[in-house]
């Protein structure tokens, strides 16, 4: 079997994919798998490591102005052009778009090759790329079941999960992931700062800027804080400045963490955005968690996945604009300090985890590429 997975843009929408890849060669190891990613650097940058081969093709974005449409036929026809090349080079049983508009040209390419198309979407509302291709796609794997969506279309819909990659089944020593961090273990509340891959600025300085004006009133707790490229050195300085006033606190700072199982094994509660794939790994691990959608995010989906999180009872959900020192101090006692909070809402969580979705999602494929009679 040959699959050709394509993306990117973002780590939500390319690690669903690497997870995918692992599970499909798990299953057969004589599976071919190739990625198609955007021109972005981080796709570059998530991608080399993980030893998968991979093309880059062209992936303009649908323009939001009408400014922006004159350029868009000569994109299209760029992008379309490296897609078919790679389809027709690498001749897959089956293409699967992770979503993002690196998988538009791609689908469309194996659409014009009558190459069945599988398209995932980790959001309750999904985004304008599914929304284009999902009619003519063969199937749309999520991780919401149906009466949470938001968008009604004639389309198979098989509520398996979001795919995740193989460092969120692994079960990982607590006290292990904690002193790979520096932190303290035992009974010591640890809390995960964390923005997604390309970071979060407003949520890295409420936290940090948070602690810094807490001060000597914070209490003993570890923080682990992923503030994304380019942050790093912003928040030192804040993080120094609440450790001086606070012998109580412990804290790591990081750009980017490539194993987050460890890194969500290390703590009691994480705060972050609403990420569908974020959502998708920390349910796997049954993590309470405290959201912030993003306000700027298309469509307001990450509202609407932090929604369906608070109403499974695995988290709370705040607004950006309400995100000030008093809500962290809340957050800090109410809720990190809380043990019984902190279970109520894990149970919510690992009610709401996936952890096999990969797994199914791959089984699936399989029989689908069975159907295509290519060699």
């Not at 098989?158 to 460092?167: D, F």
């Not at 790093?232 to 300085?237: F, G, Q, S």
Request: glycine share 12%; aromatic share 6%; hydrophobic share 45%.
């Amino acid at each position: 079997m040959r699959c050709l997975i394509a993306g990117g843009g973002t780590g939500g929408h390319l690690f669903p994919g690497v997870a995918l890849a692992e599970a499909l060669v798990a299953r057969d190891p004589g599976t071919e798998v190739r990625f198609v990613c955007t021109p972005k650097g981080l796709d570059r940058r998530l991608l080399a490591p993980t030893g998968w081969s991979f093309d880059i093709c062209e992936a303009p974005q649908l323009p939001r102005s009408a400014s922006a449409l004159a350029s868009l036929p000569l994109s299209l026809a760029r992008a379309g052009g490296a897609a078919w090349r790679v389809v027709r080079r690498f001749r897959p049983h089956v293409v699967v778009g992770c979503g993002g508009h690196g998988s538009f040209a791609p689908a469309m390419a194996a659409f014009a090759a009558r190459i069945p198309v599988a398209l995932l979407e980790q959001n309750v509302i999904p985004g304008r790329t599914t929304k284009l291709l999902a009619r003519r796609a063969g199937v749309i794997f999520g991780q919401w079941p149906e009466e949470h969506l938001r968008w009604r279309s004639p389309i198979r819909y098989v509520a398996a999960g979001n795919p995740l990659r193989a460092q969120f089944a692994e079960a990982r020593d607590r006290e292990a992931c904690r002193a790979a961090y520096r932190l303290p273990g035992g009974e010591v509340p640890g809390l995960l700062v964390f923005g997604g891959s390309q970071g979060a600025r407003s949520l890295n300085l409420w936290v940090a800027e948070g602690l810094a004006a807490v001060g000597g009133l914070l209490p003993r707790c570890a923080i682990l804080h992923l503030c994304g490229s380019g942050e790093r050195e912003r928040l030192l300085p804040l993080y120094a400045r609440a450790a001086d006033a606070a012998p109580g606190l412990s804290w790591h700072v990081a750009e980017f963490e490539p194993d987050m199982g460890r890194a969500y094994a290390a703590v009691d509660l994480a705060i972050g955005r609403a990420g569908g794939t974020g959502i998708a790994e920390m349910t796997a691990r049954g993590l309470p968690m405290v959201l912030i959608p993003y306000p700027e995010a298309a469509d307001d989906h990450q509202r609407a996945n932090a929604s369906a999180v608070a109403a499974a009872g695995a988290g709370l959900v705040f607004e950006e604009r309400h995100c000030d020192t008093a809500l962290l101090r809340m957050l800090l006692e109410e809720v990190l300090l809380n043990r019984a909070r902190r279970e109520a809402l894990a149970r919510g969580s690992q009610a709401l985890g996936r952890p096999d979705a990969a797994r199914s999602i791959a089984e699936e494929l399989i029989a689908i590429a069975a159907g295509t009679g290519r060699s």
